[in-house]
């Protein structure tokens, strides 16, 4: 388990423990912010919960893949973005959907395949958008969106935006050529494109050691003359902290960065892994630093957050995602005809074509 | 004769080759220690060792192009794609290296290499991970494709693209891999460029690839039952190198003809079959050349669109009845 430490020390060797919690970006919350951050993680928590309830019950199919235990990451780091910031990410994209305010119904119809969902039933658990919120997916290739995030970036630039682009990536991920390719691209085109490892220490089965070479991850970055940072993904104030400076450096300077955040995904890669490749205690052992408990324990020393609150937000998630789950239910699935749609956006030569086959149906 | 899994047969196959060639090796995400994403390779890291069965990290372009280089040399490397979807990202090593190189220097060098894994739709996960590039690679002069439909099959032509000296791309199917077929104890080898007649028949031919060729038994069995009429089944197996012999020996004999895949139509395999109905049993036609493949649409996630797209025994009866 020689993976495990790092996300303790990372804390560790900030300028000390707490200290975290006074950066400005953290220490200019207000009360009322900091429980909406609590929430936003929470609701991700529940949803997640009633997602594998649902897959279980086979109501959901194909891969689910759920993003308990890394909470911190996604609310942590969106909630720092402004107007003309964008998001991309990959498969495991409903803990970025919700902390970008997509709601529980749209999600929850999605991966039920109903015609309410973001995608018309048509994407699934993997490929989830919203362009209205700057949210480009949900991609399901792994290392593919990450050419995208650098694309996104050199259009805010293009346009003359004062925008970046957060694309995020699995500790798997970091080894596919598309995403050697984008770094190079984004630091010698001076992208503002910040690169997120979330870090959860697998890619499905294989342990973050046994599929990369050199430690950290981020440090990819230096072959670039790329910022790079290792991070507590757990913390959600230094999350916050941390990936703040870095778009206000993607601002000014249009620099693009690697941030690497370590976490740890607590349940399985998607619905049917055994885990047989990591122990119940070390599963265990990282729940000990589950990102929600320790943004809980921090707002209570606070006093912004006492445990009857924290019950109700809870209380309000769990009946918010049940009601997701149940609008998706009851949602219509899509129609036959939506198999002819959105295929092009110009498809005027080509609809006698689809139309021939729709009549065959 | 005893029934096993599809899976177990590719499974078999590897390990008897690899038992009988210490150059053939295998590699891809999560083949040895996890058993295989779809543990078709479980137990070979046990038996064979972490030498031979190896993890590679999530890089297809660089572990497939790896492969090609190390087949180069001598080796023989059984390169598994967790699914076809994945060898897009290394498509290039596949096209431009593995099946140009042996031609480019004038025979100079030859590429004995194996990539293999599942291509279907089927399983609701969607436009990305659903694709059936057979066609693309059959495209291509300088690379085999071969499609088995049953654990026969796909332990016959396993052993044969092991041992086949040039590049060999074996598409599997993961709705297969829980199917049981009669397998011989006894070592045996299916040839390439061998269309297999899965079911005779005098009044129409079913000609399928892959998992399509269930379809059609089912839907010449309903033809039997409902209709009397008896449809002959030609199984492709190998797209690349084709078998036009018994295509145009079955149209001929039939007179009907009706294309069964899972491939997406447009310019799809069985455009080419029936290109080669046309050129080759055009007189014999009693009616026109009918294709029943899957919608010319991206997959859709949702089940029950999905099911639609996919050609199924009540489609390709319809087809038939159109004809007959
Ligand atoms: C190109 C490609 N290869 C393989 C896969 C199958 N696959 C899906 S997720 C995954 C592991 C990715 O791990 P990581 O990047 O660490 O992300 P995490 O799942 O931990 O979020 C693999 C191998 C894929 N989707 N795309
Ligand atoms: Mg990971």
Redesign the interface.
Known sequence: MSSTATANESTASADGVGAVALAPVNARLSAEEKIELFRQMVRIRRFEEFSIRAYQQRKI???CHTYIGQEAVAVGSISVLGADDHIITAYRDHGHALAVGMTMNECMA?LY??YTGC?K???????FFAPKRNFWGG??????QTPLGAGLAFALKYLGKSGCCLCYLGD??V????FHESLNLAALWKLPVIYIIENNYY????SQT???AGSPLAKRAEAYDMEWDVINGNDLYEVREKTEQAVRRAHEDHAPAILEMQTYRFRGHSMSDPE??RTKDEVEERKQNDPIILFRRTLEEEGVLDEEAAETIDQEARAEAKASADFADQSP??P?E???TD?YKDDAQLRA??EA?KQK? | MAKITYRKAVNQAIAEEMQRDDNVFLMGEEVAEYNGAYKVTEGLLDRFGAKRVIDTPISECGFAGLGVGAAMYGLRPIVEFMTWSFSLVAIDQIINNAANIRYMSGGLIHIPIVFRGPANGGVNVGATHSHTPENYYANVPGLKVVCPATAYDAKGMLKTAIRDNDPVCVMENTILYNEEWEVPEDEYLIPFGQADIKRKGTDISLIAHGRAVLAALEAARMLKDEEGIEAEVVDLRSIRPLDIDTIVESVRKTGRAVLVEENKPFCGVDAQVSHVIQDRAFDYLDAPVKRVSALDVPQPYNDTLEKMVLPDAQRVYKTCLAIL
């Open positions: 199919g194909g891969f999605e395949g109903k995608s039933g048509k994407g699934g658990s993997m490929h991609h399901g290739i792994v290392g593919g798997g991920a080894n596919q050529g598309a890619s499905m089965g294989t046994r599929s990369s047989k490749y699935e899509p036959a939506e198999l002819f295929i074509s689809l086959q149906l």
